[in-house]
């Protein structure tokens, strides 16, 4: 456990250390007071823009690391003679302290549950892909071999094509490898852990984002703080391990905290380029780099703020110059993924959305109206802990949050660049959920606009405070104590349900296939077994494994890898061949046994098989069948088959069933020969059917077709989409 | 040939069009006199930058030329309204534009005259196979794709050598572009484009001839041209169609100059960057896509210029000016970038490696075969000695040049960053091919020397007659030198003529679904510039032919058509007999042959 605060600590430290020189060094005098908190950032940007460029031209992480840090402590050293030293005050203090809990807080699952570094997820498996990039990219070029990366023959994750060459998501991998060489730390280590200090260390960002626009008080310090920190849709985000978005978060705010400052000035005007264009244009090039969806909620903003201005104030082009420089800069440095952003952001908004059965690939968050209202958007009710607020309170109590908003805006500093940005905001809110009908682009428009969006809330509520104080202390103690409710309880749900990359996975690394001189063999997983295994599971084997996997399906004899039975697991129950090859407290590996001699060979009784109980239940059950239940097996589809192996004379088949609905009839055929039909009622029965001529020894294929298909989604109104028609409790052949 | 004269005037259209708003907008007030002929290059430079950049975005060819022509389109008009036209209605313009006008037809006279139609032409070379291929398939995938094997495509082996090998992805991408703005292939554009830009390189010698020495008499343009545009030695390269080569040497120059101009300024603020440090990286960022092994040619001298001026003066802001330079050629695209560093290193060690040179044996150029005054490689090559007596005047006209210099530390520079080239290639890891390629690239600061000394030499004589008698002496020999080259082409070319044009057909029939071998897997390899030509006009179908017949050794059992050509249906007592023909037209045939070995059956 003690790993997990060593190297939480150690990532503050490391950032903020590296950051010191560079921070005084382009930090323009007006933020000065914030250094402290923008330092980190600094080094972050700095890191993510320069490891890529040096890895574009060919120099890895491993071999840049070391010029890079070199660089900056130099740059530190010189920094600390020529000033005074870094100054630490009150608010310093308390932002540090929402800091820590906010680490703390999210994590819970590593700290009191999994007692090791490790990666956890409320259920997304995007933790797999950003973890095996980053492994990758700390000894590769990201563009050497495209090729054969492409056609997964390198010694690299399925998923780290798609990272570096689909999605064009570099920052995250890129950030996570080099404090992964830094601290020799795997990809499944660090994956979770550096979202969790970028999302802390985004909190004080917020706070300054509030100071560059307002002037704050002591009551708005602490709301700040508080949202940023709770919200539940952004912890959601965070637990789910959205990597991309959460680098986003941080460097979103960080440009609006320069761009709002910047443009509050009168240095737009001038003609050179400014020390602000360098960083805007950097950030923005590092927001390609990291995450380009992100793009367009901070260009959309200014192209409007440009044209407002150009019709409200007289036809000026007083903004071009700067919004150029920037622009121009950020073209420069990160041409490749800027055009890919912008032609994929365009091809989105040009495609048809309108089609309301589109798959979105999220589950709902839930059934009814999983589009959260403004209320719910502020993390004051959670929508993935409730249903839904009665209509017309939910108008209501939206209603004030708008309206707060919108006072927060009125008395905000720089009011016309806000306005765009809110336009743009609004717009983009309507066209995800009216237009497209797509929650999941909705929640994501909202949660990477919400450190803006509460700002402004923030901002609001202190006007109301300063005009009422009684009065909007008790709504905002009221307010905190449900931002910190719904936290509480989606940490919790966290806490209960999550993933975790465990012991079972990590203990693959025990599994040296060198030694047990199999290099050269093809070995399967339960995925390709069966097929239907959890794809957390499957992906993290595979991380584990690659490239000791094949792609291949397996045969006789094959290389099989097997994970025990264990609480909240049930692996396959697959023949393996005696003596098995290796094994540890999780996994098993051996090879399968699937030929007919093999199976006649086999001591077991394999002439019927009991679900939940053989030991063998998937070497049997051959097509047409749904995932392993604990006493029962349902079919899938209208035809199911399996094969049962006989050392004596049969001459019936049996089985207990029941189907999901009624009408229902099966036929059934042993070795293509049919055998009868009967119609099944959907209380547990025994039916049995005579085998036309009997059977003797052999290996005998069972054929089972249904009449019907039923969805327990319609039948039993709950979630579960399958097409299922019978549940079989044992099937067997008997003799008469 | 009128087809000819269309496309020329619509690539060079294009060209123009392209880099005018550009050019307009940015260039320095200093340059601003010449800047028209830049415009070609600017172009040149922006569709091979932009077209990589997006095609790494995944944005390919068919994509992108509308955005590259839209903002094209944006900083004309911009330029237009800002009223920052380039100049051009001078007499200097219009005796340069019928030099680059008889120049252009000069080159093209073989296409025009004995071909007729747009097409690819070479003395020998089988360049264009390399790049055409990859200009075609870049329209519509991405430099990242190819490079992989496919069965029965024996034309994708390209891909694999240009694309993955020699990350040469600019050069090709310039033929997608015009291939799919002009609804073309990329054969059919190859020798016309290679012409123009040769052609449009003779500008930029006389520019950078008359900015080094500060004069503006014609002169300097005929001496130009005479050892430039009519020089045996480039032309031997251009009609062997080193593609890549004459758009790197273009580029090359344009840098030599936007540099020279930039240290003749002297900009004081060193913390911003300006026009030029944006220009000159661009440019090359276009090198390192388009001839990346040219890059060390180009950037050394920039930094061997930048040391001497601190050693020398004791002043670093030439220094500067590199570094701001070199970092932003590096991020435009740091991938070329990337690529081009690994690939200079590779040479550069493979070139100290004695192998074999897959190229006809060429004399090691002496200064006489250097200026295009003697042929050296369809004339007697000269002895030591007279190769001596002969160079002598034409170095001391060389020096005389340096002599009367601007900016003489800067020539400096970029000679010595050459030499050690040279004096290596030539002396300590002998490489006739390597050492001919290091002078075609250099040859246009030779050229530019020579007229600086020239016009100096004409400053000091009075008498016209003799003026006149010198030029037209220089003339004829260079002429003449130039004539026998061309003869070399007229009578000697290979042409991507009709008989392989007619291969479309076949490419376009869509019910031939089956693979089929071709002649040469019975008959052997009698014409390899038609096999691979073949390959690359029957890309859409499944074939086997001498190239990968090796590879799908295992695959070819079911295969029973044959494609051959009707008048070449035996060779050395082999003979093809069609017992069923399924297709024909004009020049080839497909069908079933009575059974036969094949090349990898005989013993």
Not at chain 1, 710 to 722: F, G, M, V
Not at chain 2, 130 to 137: C, N, R
Request: proline share 4%; glycine share 4%; aromatic share 16%.
């Amino acid at each position: 456990m003690i790993s997990i605060f060593f190297y939480s600590l150690a990532t503050i430290l490391v950032l903020f250390f590296l950051g010191y020189g560079i921070t005084h060094f382009f930090l323009p005098k007006k933020l000065q007071l914030y250094a402290l908190w923008l330092s980190p950032w600094f080094t972050i940007i700095f890191l993510v823009f320069i490891l890529i460029i040096l890895n574009l031209l060919g120099f890895t992480v491993r071999q840049a690391s070391p010029i890079i840090i070199g660089s900056l402590l130099l740059l530190n050293i010189y920094v600390f003679l020529k000033t005074k030293g870094p100054r630490v005050n009150k608010e310093d203090v308390i932002i540090a302290c929402f800091v820590l809990v906010s680490i703390f807080f999210n994590l819970m699952s590593l700290i009191k549950y999994e007692k090791f570094l490790t990666t956890v997820s409320l259920g997304n498996n995007d933790a797999v892909n950003y973890a095996a990039s980053s492994d990758y990219i700390i000894d590769t070029l990201m563009y050497k071999n495209v090729a054969l990366l492409r056609q997964n023959v390198l010694n690299a994750n399925a998923n780290v094509y798609d990272m570096f060459h689909n999605i064009y998501r570099w920052g995250p991998p890129i950030f996570a490898a080099f404090f992964q060489n830094l601290f020799h730390l795997q990809g499944y280590q660090y994956t979770y852990l550096s979202q969790v200090i970028l999302y802390a260390l985004h909190i004080p960002l917020v706070f300054i984002l509030l100071k560059i626009l307002y002037k704050p008080t002591l009551f708005s310090l602490f709301s700040i703080l508080i949202f940023a920190t709770f919200n539940v849709n952004l912890l959601y985000i965070l637990y789910h391990n959205f990597f991309g978005h959460i680098l986003f978060l941080g460097l979103y705010t960080f440009f609006l905290i320069f761009l709002f400052l910047y443009f509050g000035s009168n240095e737009p005007a001038k003609r050179e380029v400014a020390l602000y264009d360098i960083i805007l244009g950097i950030t923005l090039a590092v927001i390609y780099y990291s995450y380009y969806y992100g793009g367009i909620f901070v260009i959309g903003p200014l192209a409007v703020f440009v044209l407002l201005r150009f019709f409200l104030k007289k036809f000026t082009f007083d903004y071009w110059p700067a919004l150029s420089k920037i622009f121009i800069i950020t073209i420069i440095t990160s041409s490749i993924p800027f055009f890919f952003g912008a032609n994929e952001t365009i091809t989105r908004f040009l495609k048809n959305y309108t089609d309301k059965n589109a798959v979105i690939g999220w589950q709902a968050f839930r059934n009814n109206v999983p589009y959260p209202n403004p209320f719910e958007m502020m993390g004051f009710y959670s929508m993935h802990a409730f249903e839904p607020l009665p209509v017309i309170l939910a108008i209501l109590v939206s209603l004030l949050v708008v309206i707060t908003i919108l006072f927060g805006l009125l008395k905000s500093k720089n009011r016309l660049l806000l306005t765009s940005f809110l336009i743009v905001y609004v717009f983009l809110y309507y066209w995800t959920s009216l237009v497209q009908h797509n929650f999941f682009d909705y929640y994501r428009a909202v949660t990477y606009t919400l450190p803006f969006i509460l700002v402004l809330f923030t901002i609001g509520l202190n006007e109301f405070f300063l005009i009422k104080k009684k009065s909007t202390t008790v709504i905002a103690i009221a307010l905190i104590s449900l931002v910190l409710f719904s936290a509480v309880k989606l940490n919790k749900r966290m806490n209960q349900e999550y993933v975790s990359v465990n012991q079972s996975f990590v203990s693959l690394t025990q599994l040296n296939i060198k030694d047990l001189g199999l290099l050269n063999e093809p070995m399967y997983t339960e995925y390709e077994l069966i097929g239907e295994i959890p794809l957390w599971k499957a992906l993290w084997t595979e991380y584990f494994l690659h490239p000791k996997k094949s792609q291949k399906k397996p045969q006789d004899n094959s290389l099989i890898l097997l994970s025990k039975p264990a609480p909240r697991s049930n692996p396959p129950q697959i023949l393996l061949k005696s003596p098995l090859i290796w094994e540890n407290k999780y996994y098993v590996l051996g090879r399968l046994c699937n030929s007919r001699e093999c199976l006649l060979d086999r001591p077991e009784n394999l002439s019927g098989v009991t679900m939940g109980e053989t030991t063998f239940e998937d070497s049997l059950l051959i097509s047409g069948w749904s995932g392993k239940e604990s006493t029962s097996r349902w079919s899938t589809g209208k035809e199911s088959t399996l094969r049962l192996v006989t050392k004596e004379w049969y001459t019936q088949l049996a089985f207990q069933a029941y189907s999901l609905s009624e009408p229902q009839t099966i036929s059934v055929s042993i070795d293509d020969t049919f055998a009868g039909t009967q119609p099944l009622t959907t209380n547990w029965s025994t039916y049995t059917f005579q085998i036309p001529g009997g059977i003797s020894q052999g290996i005998h294929t069972v054929r089972f077709q249904y009449t019907h298909t039923y969805k327990p989604s319609e039948i039993l109104k709950n979630q579960d989409a399958r097409d299922l028609a019978v549940n079989f409790r044992w099937i067997r052949f008997i003799k008469t | 040939m009128i087809d000819i004269i269309i496309l020329l005037v619509k690539i060079i259209a294009v060209l123009f069009f392209v880099g005018y708003g550009f050019t307009a907008l940015l260039i320095p007030k200093n340059l601003r006199k010449d800047a028209i002929w830049f415009t070609p290059w600017v172009g040149t430079i922006l569709i091979a930058v932009l077209s990589i950049i997006f095609n790494l975005a995944q944005i390919p060819v068919a994509k992108s030329a509308y955005f590259i022509l839209a903002c094209a389109g944006i900083l004309f008009i911009a330029s237009l309204i800002a009223r920052k036209t380039l100049p051009f209605l001078t007499l200097e313009f219009l005796f340069t534009t019928l030099l680059v006008g008889f120049t252009l037809f000069f080159n093209l006279f073989p296409l025009l005259t004995k071909v007729g139609f747009p097409t690819t032409i070479s003395l020998s070379n089988l360049d264009p196979l390399s790049y055409t291929p990859v200009g075609d398939f870049l329209i519509n995938h991405t430099v990242l794709e190819g490079g992989t094997f496919e069965h029965y495509k024996p034309y994708l082996g390209a891909t694999g050598d240009l694309l993955h090998a020699g990350f040469r992805w600019g050069s090709p991408i310039l033929l997608s572009f015009f291939s799919y703005v002009f609804r073309l292939k990329s054969y059919q554009i190859y020798s016309t484009i290679i012409t123009i830009f040769f052609t449009f390189s003779f500008p930029l010698v006389y520019i950078l001839a008359k900015r080094l020495s500060q004069k503006h008499n014609m002169h300097i343009l005929s001496f130009s041209f005479i050892t430039f545009s009519l020089n045996a030695t480039l032309l031997y390269m251009l009609y062997n169609v080193f593609y890549a080569q004459f758009i790197f040497t273009g580029i090359f120059i344009l840098v030599v100059i936007l540099f020279h101009a930039y240290i003749s300024e002297e900009k004081k603020d060193l913390r911003n960057f300006n026009s030029y440090d944006l220009l000159i990286a661009l440019a090359l960022s276009a090198i390192t896509t388009i001839y990346p092994e040219g890059l060390i040619f180009a950037i050394l001298p920039l930094l061997v210029f930048g040391i001497l001026s601190l050693l020398k003066d004791r002043n670093p802001i030439h220094g500067i000016y590199f570094l701001k330079i070199l970092l932003l050629t590096l991020v435009i695209n740091p991938i070329t970038a990337g690529t081009a560093i690994g690939q200079n290193v590779k040479i550069i060690t493979s070139s100290t490696q004695s192998s074999f040179i897959g190229w006809e044996h060429i004399p090691f150029a002496s200064p006489l075969d250097m200026t295009g005054f003697y042929n050296l490689y369809h004339s007697k090559d000269l002895p030591v000695f007279l190769d001596i007596i002969f160079g002598f005047p034409i170095a001391v006209i060389w020096l005389l040049g340096i002599i009367n210099l601007r900016k003489k530390l800067f020539i400096l520079s970029l000679l010595l960053a050459w030499i050690p080239f040279y004096v290596s290639l030539r002396w300590i890891f002998p490489n006739f091919f390597s050492f001919h390629r290091a002078i075609t690239y250099t040859l246009f600061l030779y050229s530019a020397l020579f007229s600086i000394g020239m016009c100096f030499l004409f400053s000091l004589i009075k008498n016209k007659m003799i003026k006149f008698t010198i030029i037209v002496l220089f003339l004829f020999l260079s002429f003449r030198s130039a004539q026998r080259t061309l003869y070399q082409l007229y009578w000697h070319a290979q042409v991507v003529d009709k008989s392989l044009i007619s291969l479309t057909q076949l490419n376009k029939k869509k019910d031939i679904i089956e693979p089929f071998f071709t002649s040469d897997v019975y008959l052997g390899e009698d014409n390899l510039w038609k096999r691979l030509w073949r390959e690359y006009f029957l890309m859409d179908r499944d074939i086997v032919t001498l190239q990968n017949l090796v590879t799908e050794k295992d695959n070819v059992a079911n295969i029973r058509l044959v494609l051959a050509e009707k008048n070449y249906l035996e060779r050395e007592g082999k003979k093809l007999i069609y017992t069923n023909k399924i297709w024909e037209n004009d020049y080839y045939q497909l069908g079933t042959i009575t059974p036969m070995k094949r090349i990898d059956d005989l013993p």
